[in-house]
């Protein structure tokens, strides 16, 4: 189905749990989050029946976020019920890689199409210091697991933050000459954890871009990279990998999006700066059929706003990263 200013919704972004096993500094507050009860959290049974409503307005590609998508029970019996639904084209998940290499295998046996991992530098004390305690070596262990079984393309999610990882973004990109990595360089976003938001840690794409190419030459445009999100690509000429860019905030995507998102408590969020959500959690266990739930996808596109007008100002919310599905 079309929105108002015509963008097809086809795209479904599902955070399966708030919780997570990491505290990235930018996603959530020093103090952690408060996590939100078992039973206010949507049943894998409950995203089933939401999915297959959505599917009827032609939802086509789902990503499973959060929150960390690996900690969440069930996680392998979401993948594979999804993968029974015959609309659904696109499984995709986008996790932390901590559990990734134990997990891998069986995400992929049960239907899982390709994964982004997030990494936002390679050294492991700064690793440790930007997730607040995290092992880098379990999520290079985790993104060689999800190459050796296959999954194409593996991508790594990268935010660039002046002051913490801009001296790294070089030797980042550099990883794409010799390994099929799709590396994407992400723009901070001022939503999350208000702490780590500054102006002054902001690195737009193009400067970015502009590093990259000043050490190691000028990067080609490249074809969009199986998946459904807004990075634009290229590559070094001859290399395995594509490098891109997700420019939220310098030149953002908002004309083209195609999604909604699904937060772990079961509300429609048409967008993910604006705080409008439509409770689907509450029709659903009212006993709403799936004609109701149909039509509450149909609001939520309907209503969904032309983009975000975010002055770079920090994004006051109710919710944090996790809970939305970043
Ligand atoms: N502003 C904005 N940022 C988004 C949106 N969707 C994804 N992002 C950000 O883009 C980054 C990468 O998101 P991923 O979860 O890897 O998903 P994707 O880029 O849609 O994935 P592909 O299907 O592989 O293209 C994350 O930091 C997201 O928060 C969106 O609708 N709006
Ligand atoms: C919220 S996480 C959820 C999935 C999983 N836990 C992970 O880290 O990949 C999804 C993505 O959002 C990104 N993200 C979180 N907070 C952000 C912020 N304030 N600005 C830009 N990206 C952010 C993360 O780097 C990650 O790539
Ligand atoms: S970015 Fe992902 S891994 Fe980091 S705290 Fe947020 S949800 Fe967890
Ligand atoms: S900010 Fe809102 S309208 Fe813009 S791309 Fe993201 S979800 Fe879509």
Redesign the pocket.
């Known amino acids: 189905m079309q929105d108002q200013y015509r963008r097809p919704i086809n795209y479904l972004r599902i955070s399966v749990t708030d919780r997570c096993n990491l505290r990235c500094v930018y996603c959530m507050p020093p103090s952690g989050v408060k996590f939100i009860k078992h039973e206010e959290i949507l049943s894998i049974e409950e995203i089933i029946t939401v999915v297959k409503a959505g599917v009827r307005i032609g939802i086509k590609k789902i990503r499973l976020t959060g929150g960390e998508p690996l900690v969440r029970g069930g996680i392998l019996d979401l993948v594979s019920s999804l993968k029974n639904i015959p609309e659904i084209d696109d499984i995709a998940i986008t996790t932390n890689g901590i559990l990734l290499s134990q997990m891998v295998g069986p995400l992929k046996k049960a239907g899982l199409n390709r994964v982004n991992v997030s990494l936002d530098t390679m050294k492991p004390e700064r690793f440790k210091k930007i997730t607040r305690g995290g092992n880098l070596d379990l999520v290079w262990k985790g993104i060689n697991a999800a190459l050796s079984a296959g999954l194409d393309p593996v991508k790594i999610n990268t935010v660039a933050i002046r002051g913490f990882n801009d001296d790294e973004l070089v030797d980042l990109a550099r990883l794409t000459l010799d390994h099929p990595l799709h590396i994407r360089f992400i723009e901070l976003m001022p939503i999350g954890s208000s702490d780590a938001w500054s102006r002054g840690k902001f690195i737009a794409s193009g400067e970015v871009k502009e590093l990259i190419e000043g050490a190691l030459g000028n990067l080609v445009d490249e074809k969009h990279i199986n998946g459904n999100g807004?990075a634009l690509y290229t590559r070094l000429p001859g290399s395995r990998g594509t490098i891109g860019f997700i420019s939220?905030i310098s030149n953002?995507?908002?004309a083209?999006?195609?999604?909604l998102?699904l937060t772990s408590t079961g509300q429609l969020?048409?967008?993910?700066?604006?705080h409008r959500e439509i409770d689907l959690k509450q029709a659903l266990r009212s006993g709403a059929g799936p004609e109701k739930l149909v039509e509450i996808f149909r609001e939520a596109i309907v209503s969904?706003?032309?983009?975000?007008d975010?002055d770079k100002a920090w994004q006051e919310d109710d919710r944090v990263m996790s809970q939305i599905g970043g």
């Open positions: 807004p939220a953002h995507f908002c083209e999006c195609n999604r998102r969020r048409p967008c993910l700066f604006n969904k706003p032309v983009g975000h975010l």
